[in-house]
């Protein structure tokens, strides 16, 4: 594709995502009453600061999120600054739907005229450095985009953002685990515009450092992005490696044969039940199938999920289980655990090494412990060999065991969605096949990026 075509794909883009006239009226109007209402609190705040993409005019078409700080002096002490921000962001939602949400103080959001809203507390600082919450940096951010980044660059930065949303790599959340808002401008801003940052991106070896001033570097993250504000910071440290490498690569193949399907995800057609009950003839699945409980933040939850994920992993492979992939999906209502295996069931006998013959004090301990002997001791390659009768050989009995022990050890969310889990076979993978879920276990089966 020649220059003249790209230009033209990239105008087609920008289309059908760069906000209208009417959406940047109606923010302004959202912020202007909610800032006139917040005036005419009585309170400690100071003012109001609108912050985030939609103040710098760097936002998606239909990206209705506002994020506004309150702002306080910094004498203030924390509970005052708590108590105040939640009191102002609930008068702020008199009349509105809204919930209380935690960042590193309480705060309000809710949704105002089709607008996510929300109200957050913060303390008035010299600089992003000096800061007393991690909310209190933001505002600088601001200041620091909206001084550098030129007209043309905004539109080079919703490129980017619907470029990462297309390949499922947008978003510093713990479900996407991957670059938030502000990293992909600081990206723009280094890179100076879409193209070359796409391509200086597919260069990137195992660890890439950006920086925009002399700091020296204390992460160990594959993507450092060292905050301009606040040089402790890396903005990239909710990027996962697997999330990295997918970026690097997506880049690489874009740049070889540009599309619009980088951008927008394609709708993939899923496959009939009889075209996954062959593929699932020629794989080990197992799976769990439990609830993503409804009274706690996604966020918070999305973490866990990932966590115990590992841990059902390690699990499997601590008892002889080779495990070839995993993979945790939620629509944030049904929550499932795939395990894809070697073998679901293990030979009954295992065989043991144990320490070479000539160090007797441990072949003694060795041959101490108890254990259920098929065969042995014998001598092989020097090494004293056993082979033990297992006590559990099927995945589905590892697994039930070590649900029931983490039930009992997990907290509150995780103990819940435990306690909801029932493990899945082939056969019932097959009668749950519908809906989102069949869309995800499409993807599952067919092993793709989504951009290839």
């Known amino acids: 594709m020649n220059k003249k075509e790209r230009i033209k794909l990239y105008n087609k883009v920008l289309k059908k995502i760069i906000p209208t006239k009417k959406e940047l ?3 302004q109007k959202i912020f202007e009453e909610i800032n006139q209402k917040i005036k005419k609190i009585n309170g400690k705040h100071s003012h109001l ?27 203030l002490t924390d509970k005052e600054l708590e108590k105040e921000g939640l009191r102002i962001g609930k008068n702020v939602f008199r009349g509105y739907k809204w919930e209380k949400a935690y960042s590193q103080h309480p705060y309000i959001r809710g949704i105002i005229k089709g607008f996510d809203i929300e109200i957050v507390p913060g303390y008035i600082v010299k600089s992003g450095s000096e800061k007393k919450s991690s909310v209190d940096r933001t505002p600088f951010h601001n200041k620091y985009l909206l001084k550098r980044l030129s007209e043309k660059q905004k539109n080079d930065i919703r490129l980017l953002k ?9 978003g510093a959340d713990l479900k996407n685990c991957s670059l938030p808002g502000y990293g992909i401008e600081l990206l723009i801003l280094y890179y100076k515009n879409f193209e070359n940052a796409l391509k200086e991106i597919s260069k990137w070896k195992k660890i890439k450092i950006i920086k925009f001033n002399k700091e020296e570097e204390f992460f160990e993250n594959p993507l450092v992005i060292i905050d301009p504000v606040d040089p402790k910071r890396n903005v990239a440290s909710a990027l996962t490696e697997e999330q990295f490498n997918k970026i690097i690569l997506a880049s690489k193949l874009f740049l070889k044969n540009p599309s619009i399907k980088f951008f927008f995800k394609q709708k993939n057609k899923k496959w009939n039940k009889k075209k996954v009950e062959k593929m699932l003839n020629k794989k080990e699945l197992i799976a769990i199938k439990t609830e993503f409980p409804k009274k706690d933040l ?50 009954k006998a295992k065989k043991i090494i144990g320490p070479k013959v000539i160090d007797e004090e441990n072949v003694k301990k060795f041959l101490e412990k108890k254990r259920k002997i098929l065969s042995g001791p014998r001598i092989e390659q020097e090494r004293v060999i056993l082979e033990i009768e297992r006590e559990k050989i099927n ?58």
């Not at 619907?162 to 947008?170: E, R, S």
């Not at 969310?413 to 493990?423: E, F, T």
């Open 25 to 27: 009226i109606e923010e």
């Open 49 to 75: 600061e609108w912050c985030g993409s939609s103040a710098r005019n760097t936002h998606l078409k239909n990206d209705r999120d506002l994020d506004l700080f309150i702002m306080f002096d910094k004498e």
């Open 298 to 347: 996604p966020d918070l939850i999305w973490g866990q999920l990932r966590r115990m994920l590992k841990k059902i992993s390690n699990d499997l492979e601590e008892n002889d289980f080779i495990v070839l992939r995993k993979k945790v999906w939620s629509n944030e209502k049904d929550v499932w655990f795939i395990f894809e295996l070697e073998t679901l069931k293990l030979q």
């Open 395 to 452: 995945a589905s009995e590892i697994l039930k065991d070590f649900l029931k022990k983490c039930e009992k050890q997990e907290k509150k969310a995780m103990k819940i969605i435990l306690k909801k889990s029932k493990i899945i076979f082939e056969k019932e993978i097959l009668k749950e096949y519908k809906g989102e879920f069949a869309e995800f276990f499409t993807k599952y089966l067919e092993g793709k990026e989504i951009f290839q």
């Open 162 to 170: 619907q470029f990462f949303k297309g390949i499922d790599a947008y």
